[in-house]
């Protein structure tokens, strides 16, 4: 037996050797890759933070199995747009998840956390609309210059697009360490602005992650944008961490924005219902509202306050509102054909507004279906429209000479300057439903109402009002002088066969001594409190 173990032990010890020399070239190959990372870390840190590349040395190359892109002052000279951002000079997410994927290496050979920080900005939107993009653009390089103020030597600061940022939390941060940064963050971005002469207010709502706690490396951004949009739906200015679920939000909404693109690129599955005003004399139909409609293959019928949401957060909101006005110009000379002229109404949102050829783009399509301009009216809410009232008075002005007519919707909700409102070259005012529903309990209602329709008229605008639902709204309204009503005493939403047999039939409002609801009521859906394009009314 000792002569068997005499005889085998040399190969057991040269096994052993082979072995360990092995593992220690494994250990050492792993070493120089987390030397080389640190080295790429700190050089595109720098980067990001506008600091000088040190000239000691040049950037190591990658070691061979690394997976990473290899960095150098060289390399990110040639693609100084893939790293930095040119509006804030801080990082870009491209940039950041390059970062990441070092950070998590790193991480798991010293077992330590990482943090992750969405931050999205609340109000910036109507900063943006209301004093102009150079005031949106000075907000948000300010934004920038504050995160990277408030960062660790260890921390990373990137701006994703529009007003979201991230910030890398690295150098083992808990949960406590995670919210303290946050609440920073917060208080810090709160601190007032003072921009092109004015002083701007603004907070912001951040979602945190935690590496390894909420999940692999390739969907931290992702569950952090969840738990933002948790905090944005808590009521905002606030920090959220992530939990289970969360993210479903997140996936359903890029699942509902690929539909929606499809729905736009092939025509399937949107529609337009109208729904009718009624003319306060003599009972006939002065015209309909245009409201938008969207049944899904696989959800059924889906909300516009479900979906518009989704298309504003995802840039289809210009497309969806081009979609409308381009159906609507078609139904119309559709009717035309069958002997119905009808003037329908259509809803624009401030993202149409802001097209530069939105003028040229109506002009084709009415050119396009053969549609007099006078059979089109766009309705802007009034607190839309005093976003910026100079800006709306020149596209006002030029949609004008196009020969449509402008109306100026929900009036009451918003703060109209009277010389504006006197300037703008709008045909109509509609009274928003919320004064409608009070008329019959309660007095300054009526009063407003009054007022309303007597300022009105005064500056050679025709009144209507939206929302009626009881005969008695509609005897007040008539007796306050209103011009047109539209709501669910009359009518509810239906498609354009609908109405097209609704109305040339002899069943209409005017030949009934009492009003009725449409034949078609099966698609009510609740209102929106924004305004959309197609929006739902009553």
């Given at each position: 037996m000792e002569t068997d173990l005499q005889a085998v032990s040399p190969w057991w010890w040269l096994l052993a050797g082979i072995l360990g020399t092995l593992a220690l070239v494994a250990g050492l190959r792993w070493w120089q890759?987390?030397?080389?990372?640190?080295?790429?870390?700190?050089?595109?840190?720098r980067a990001s933070q506008g600091e000088a590349t040190p000239a000691a040395a040049p950037a190591?190359?990658?070691a061979a199995g690394a997976g990473l892109t290899g960095w150098s002052p060289v390399a990110d000279a040639t693609a100084s747009q893939r790293v930095t951002d040119p509006l804030t000079g801080l990082g870009t997410r491209l940039m950041l998840e390059d970062l990441l994927a070092s950070a998590v290496l790193r991480a798991e050979a010293r077992q330590r956390r990482l943090g992750l920080l969405y931050i999205d900005i609340d109000g910036f939107k109507p900063v943006n609309d209301s004093f102009g993009h150079g005031v949106g653009d000075a907000l948000l390089r300010e934004v920038g210059r504050r995160l990277s103020e408030h960062g660790r030597s260890t921390d990373t600061v990137a701006r994703l697009g529009g007003d979201e940022f991230l910030v890398l939390l690295d150098g083992d941060p808990d949960a406590g360490a995670a919210a303290l940064v946050a609440e920073r963050v917060r208080a810090s971005l709160e601190r007032p602005y003072q921009l092109a002469g004015r002083e701007v207010r603004v907070s912001c709502s951040v979602g945190i992650v935690l590496y390894p706690d909420h999940g692999p490396r390739a969907r931290l951004i992702a569950r952090a944008d969840a738990a933002m949009l948790a905090a944005k739906r808590a009521g905002g200015n606030m920090h959220c961490f992530y939990e289970p679920g969360m993210d479903h939000d997140a996936e359903a909404a890029v699942e509902l924005q690929r539909d929606l693109r499809a729905a736009l690129e092939t025509?399937?599955?949107?529609?337009?219902?109208y729904q009718p005003k009624i003319d306060s004399a003599s009972g006939q139909i002065a015209g309909v509202e245009a409201l938008l409609r969207w049944q899904h293959p696989q959800r059924g019928a889906v909300s516009p306050v479900v979906f518009i949401p989704v298309a504003e957060r995802f840039g289809l909101i210009g497309a969806l509102g081009q979609w409308v006005i381009d159906e609507a110009a078609r139904q119309i000379q559709s009717w035309r054909g069958a002997g119905l002229s009808m003037r329908v109404a259509i809803n624009v949102s401030v993202h149409q507004l802001r097209q530069p050829d939105l003028v040229?783009?109506?002009?084709?399509?009415?050119?396009?279906?053969g549609v007099p301009p006078d059979l089109i009216t766009f309705e802007l809410t009034e607190s839309a429209a005093m976003e910026d009232p100079s800006a709306t008075l020149r596209i006002f002005e030029r949609l004008a000479v196009t020969g449509v007519a402008l109306s100026i919707d929900d009036f009451g909700t918003g703060y109209s300057s009277l010389s504006y409102l006197r300037k703008l070259p709008a045909s109509q005012i509609k009274i928003d439903r919320s004064f409608v529903q009070d008329l019959g309990s309660q007095s300054d209602a009526r009063a407003i109402v009054k007022a309303v329709i007597k300022l009105s008229h005064a500056l050679g605008l025709e009144v209507v009002a939206e929302g009626v639902e009881t005969v008695a709204q509609q005897d007040i309204l008539k007796q306050l002088g209103c011009d047109q009503m539209q709501g669910f005493l009359f009518a509810r939403p239906m498609p354009a066969t609908h109405l097209q047999l609704w109305a040339l039939s002899d069943e209409v409002p005017a030949n009934r001594p009492t009003f009725r609801?449409?034949?078609f009521n099966a698609d009510e859906i609740d209102p929106p409190s924004h305004p959309v394009p197609g929006r739902v009314t009553r």
């Open positions: 890759q987390l030397r080389d990372l640190d080295s790429r870390t700190a050089a595109r840190r190591p190359a990658p025509g399937q599955g949107l529609s337009l219902h040229e783009r109506v002009g084709e399509i009415l050119s396009r279906h609801d449409s034949v």
